[in-house]
């Protein structure tokens, strides 16, 4: 499988017009989604079916009405996603901005710890 081919059985469909390098294609792809929303954990996974692999610049859109379960609960419901593939310019940019992006996620502190 190359990196913008859908998975077996599914067809690509072009999501912009232009030059095979520039166009991004989109396949649906079934898969499940798992909500918790408890004490010990609070996350939110999505699993695709057929083993699709997510390449950086790649989006996943799940279709469906948001999840938002109780505190305490859990919730797993099946779900049709969208996988929309990079343009390999896209994966580059990705690629090489990636980590910086990833820095903005991180906070440093470099007080002295005083109380008031």
């Known amino acids: ?37 408890r004490f010990e954990s609070l996350h939110a996974h999505v699993a695709l079916d057929e083993d699709v692999p997510i390449y950086p610049g790649d989006e996943v859109l799940v279709h469906g009405a948001p999840i938002a379960p109780d505190y305490g609960e859990e919730v797993v419901e099946r779900r049709r996603a969208t996988v929309i593939r990079a343009t390999w310019p896209e994966r580059l940019w990705t690629r090489m901005t990636g980590d910086f992006e990833f820095m903005e996620l991180m906070e440093f502190s470099f007080t002295e710890r005083k109380e008031l």
């Open 1 to 37: 499988m190359n990196l913008t081919s859908p998975p077996p059985g599914e067809t690509a469909k072009p999501a912009i017009a232009g030059s095979g390098w520039l166009r991004r294609r989109r396949f649906d792809v079934g898969c499940t989604v798992e909500v918790s929303h």
